[in-house]
């Protein structure tokens, strides 16, 4: 463990020199900011193929059709990385969520299986138009693909304020909206996440989001940056009603899958709010930085929730929260680690969630806008609310009275789940713990407007 911790520093300084190479008339890049995002989505899908090993043969699942689209959708999250056009970002968007719609619905004979994933793909196909129209609108009035040129041509042409680029923008963010499941475009994920396998809700939950997260970045900052104070009061109210719906609904739930899925509607909130603030302020590195940060240590301490809630599902043969009365007793084990990954998504010290809002924080209240004081507040008391629900957990599977005996072989962890749960909680311990190298990640990937 000490050598990897050791090497971690080395892998970083290699990153920080790292020149950037521009391919196909600059289309595609390889940069820090990509092989920073790109390493993240080959570690998370990695994590998801441990997580599916045992599940996906659990069942009559075709396993073959299973490890390719998600191998396809890696692919796009790939693509997007690198991606410096409209026509390569949009192929990249659309490889990376179209092998969703059917790992969604993968459990074939399951009703709600099967309406999530219509759900899914009939809203992905609208948020797909949205973002082709959006496209579309920028294309005809700059007659150019490439993020650097648009920019400049609606810089020089004084569009920044054109009525065409801000209702561009708009779309855009309507399109990514589905993608990242922000409020108002969020009524998809519930019911999707607790249809799908396990493994492929934990995936969407953190590499299909990312990706979108990753998507938006990349165009708001690139590509609509000098409209910034038009669309970043867009994105402040829509970063204000994810967190608080997000939350509130998860109060109210019993289903650990759904819970999780209003959760991370509410981590969408705080993962776009420095990007909201950063548009009027134009100060878009502090805001690549904080996002990308808290993007990094969301998809482990989130990965492993989920590998909790399968484990727990699994000892219980029950979804409901409620009859998981005292099974960290028999399992201190999984106890413990499922107390460490829902304190850190509350953001509890000294786990990685705190350090991940602590730069969140930082980010809105030292903007020195008045816009951003109030999504700082707003996503405080936002973070008191989660706590709620993210110890009830702990206090159930901890502290309830046992209501019946859990079979022994049900309690038993198989080896790809052993090695899940060591690589998240470490890298939860760890962000926590030396937030520095964490934070040099995000502070190298921010970097890449000045490429």
Known sequence: MGTLVSLVPLLIHWISYTSAIYVFQDSYVIDKFSIILKGLFIIITYITFLLSINFIESDKYYQGEYYFLLLSSLLGALVICSSRDLLTIFIGIELASTPMFLLSGWKKGDRKSNEGAIKFFLLGVLSAS????????LYGLTGNLLFNEISKQILTSSLENSPVVLLSAVLVISGLGFKVSTVPFHSWAPDTYEGAPLPVTAYLSVSSKAAGFVALILLMTSV???????????????AGMTMTLGNLVALQQSNPVRLLAY???????????PIAVSGITGNYEDGIFASVTYLIIYAFMNLGAFLCVQVLIRFTGSEDIYKWSGVAKSSPFI???????????????PLGGWFAKFVVFRSLLGSGQTIGVILGI?????????????ARISKIIWMDEQVQEYSEKNMLIENPIKVVGLITVFITVLSGIFPGIFSNLGDIASTFLNN
């Not at 680690?337 to 509890?348: D, E, H, K, N, Y």
């Not at 707003?378 to 993210?390: H, P, T």
């Open 130 to 137: 949205l973002i082709l129209y959006g496209f579309s609108l």
């Open 335 to 349: 106890g413990v680690l499922t107390t460490l990954f829902f304190f850190s998504l509350a953001g509890v010290p």
């Open 263 to 273: 959760s991370s509607i509410a981590q969408a909130g705080f993962i776009i709010s």
């Open 378 to 390: 707003v996503g405080a008391v936002n973070a008191v609310i989660s706590l709620v629900y993210y």
């Open 224 to 238: 609509y940056g000098i409209s910034g104070s038009s669309w970043g009061i867009i994105l402040f109210l829509v």
